[in-house]
């Protein structure tokens, strides 16, 4: 980390001007928020907007607020609404304050055009951000569009496209590290997709600490919350509640959650039990809308279910959440913290029915594999016949929704650590999703068996890993790693996936990191992915 620290001090810091700037959706359909980031706080806090780049003739003035949990500076978070817009309309607009503004950006406005393109993902550095573009690499922390030149691929690939972007937690890694300026660095990267498609959130376990917590909760204050209770406070002060909220994007109602409520995050008002009846009053709202927003989707960052841990059954998070899900019939839940792709059958109770046409159970997916300095890790589990495909690729997920019934699933794979580039942009994952029956699902319908084998094409599994650990390729990878193991030692086991991951990371190695990857792919309460 020499290197970075070296380049962060001498090359960057939050600018005089107007940066970072995000869109996210707003809490009607004619609304969408901006917010921005300052070094000063001159004048009120202004979006100008209207249809064309030289035509901005409508204007709101938003709010500003100091940050001062940084050492030795301090600087101000801005949010403006655009207001009265119109559906299936682009909007030119531009963010400033005191007579200076920034370039002008465009936003679409819900695009009601079929199929509705979602883009999903979780666990995104500053550095190592692979599925931002095919330039970024683990070595610098800068990841900008005047370095994502090629925008054929990525995420940056999808800004013309996309309706949403959803980041299911672990920003930056982290936000509040070298005096907040990786924070600031990781939002100049993403602005390229941020202030052009709205860029809606989770929070994540690297949110937890309380200094990554105020920045969380203050850069990302301009979501559409409907929290109750509708605050919550930080190192920084009282401030929007963003630890859950939803809304409805076309045909999903989403609900956003931290999963963290379930550790060490909360404070005198806002809390896991709060939480719990916050989610039930929404989903029960949510089933009486369903005629007209019929999918319902959950996200957070830890995940209920993954192969390497297998069902998380002990879980208290998992025992609190899965009988409401299943109970008010949530088509999905997704998540991070993982840095893998995995996307089970419907599933209920560690049963499942190897069929996506009208689930009886909720569809779990893991998708935390965006890119970040810690990498990933080889598979050391054989897949379970509920997991229905799984990768440790770097990816992100496409969720095309084309009405009421149908969802076109894809996962596309951004790894350019070991792969050829003509693999970046490769779904390595196409299935569709049917569903005539949305609602609450039914006791007496939930799988009631589990699987003894799911073999391909019905399931499938890739483990970039395999050549790399110079095992073999004659079994599954896993296999090969318990065999390994077992005759040569977990010393032994531990240098190998060192000498990968020192591979991979190239600059970014940190020997203390294998540790706590390792740690945290097995002990949930632990979890520091």
Not at 495 to 515: I, P, R
């Amino acid at each position: 980390m020499k290197i970075i620290s070296v380049v962060l001090a001498t090359l960057f810091g939050l600018c005089s001007g107007y940066d970072q700037v995000h869109v996210a959706l707003g809490k009607t359909t004619d609304v969408l928020v901006v917010s921005w980031a300052s070094y000063n706080n001159t004048g009120d806090s202004e979006v100008m907007w209207g249809l064309s780049p030289s035509s901005l003739n409508s204007n709101n003035v938003g709010d500003s607020r100091a940050f001062t949990v940084d050492a030795n500076r301090t600087w101000y978070t801005r949010t403006a609404a655009m207001t009265g817009l119109d559906i299936n309309t682009r909007y030119y607009y531009k963010v400033g304050a005191g007579g200076s503004y920034s370039t002008v950006y465009s936003v679409m406005n819900r695009d009601m055009t079929i199929p509705h393109k979602h883009i999903m993902f979780g666990d995104m550095g500053a550095a190592a951000s692979f599925t931002l573009c095919d330039a970024c690499t683990q070595g610098s922390l800068f990841c900008t569009e005047d370095i994502c030149k090629n925008r054929t691929v990525g995420l940056v690939s999808e800004t013309e496209t996309a309706d949403m972007f959803l980041h299911v937690g672990d920003f930056a890694y982290n936000l509040e590290d070298n005096n907040g300026t990786v924070g600031d660095q990781f939002f100049n990267n993403i602005e390229q997709v941020a202030a052009r498609v709205p860029y809606m959130i989770s929070h994540g376990n690297h949110e937890n600490k309380p200094g990554n917590l105020a920045h969380f909760i203050e850069r990302f204050r301009g979501q559409p919350s409907n929290a109750v209770p509708p605050t919550f406070t930080t190192l920084n002060g009282e401030s929007t509640n963003t630890l859950y909220f939803s809304w409805d994007q076309g045909l999903v109602h989403y609900i956003s959650f931290s999963t963290e409520l379930w550790g060490e995050v909360g404070d005198d008002k806002v809390n896991k039990t709060s939480f719990l009846k916050w989610l039930v009053k929404d989903l029960e709202k949510a089933n009486t809308n369903r005629d007209a927003v019929p999918w319902v989707l959950v996200h957070g960052h830890r995940p209920l279910y993954w192969s390497e841990n297998g069902t998380n059954g002990t879980s208290p998070m998992k025992q609190d959440l899965e009988d409401i899900f299943f109970n008010y019939g949530v088509d999905f839940s997704i998540n991070g913290h993982v840095h893998n792709y995995e996307r089970t059958w419907p599933t209920y109770k560690g049963k499942s029915d190897q069929s996506n046409l009208n689930p009886r159970a909720t569809i779990y997916v893991v998708t935390g594999a965006a890119g970040c300095r810690e990498m990933h890790s080889p598979f050391k589990k054989p897949q379970p016949s509920w997991s229905a495909y799984r990768s440790n690729s770097f990816s992100y997920t496409r969720m095309m929704v084309y009405n009421s019934s149908h969802i076109h699933w894809q996962q596309v794979q951004t790894d350019p650590t070991e792969f050829p580039q003509s693999d970046y942009g490769r779904v390595i994952d196409d299935v569709w999703i049917v569903q005539d029956r949305h609602g609450p699902f039914n006791a007496s319908e939930a799988p009631k068996k589990v699987p003894t084998s799911c073999p391909p094409p019905l399931c499938g599994e890739y483990d970039h890993f395999t050549p790399l650990l110079g095992l073999g390729d004659s079994k599954p990878t896993w296999q090969l790693v318990q065999e390994f193991r077992a005759e040569h030692g977990e010393e032994a086991w531990s240098n190998k996936l060192k000498s990968v991951l020192k591979k991979l990371q190239g600059d970014m190695w940190e020997e203390e990191s294998l540790d706590k990857k390792e740690r945290s792919y097995f002990t949930w309460a632990e979890g520091e992915a």
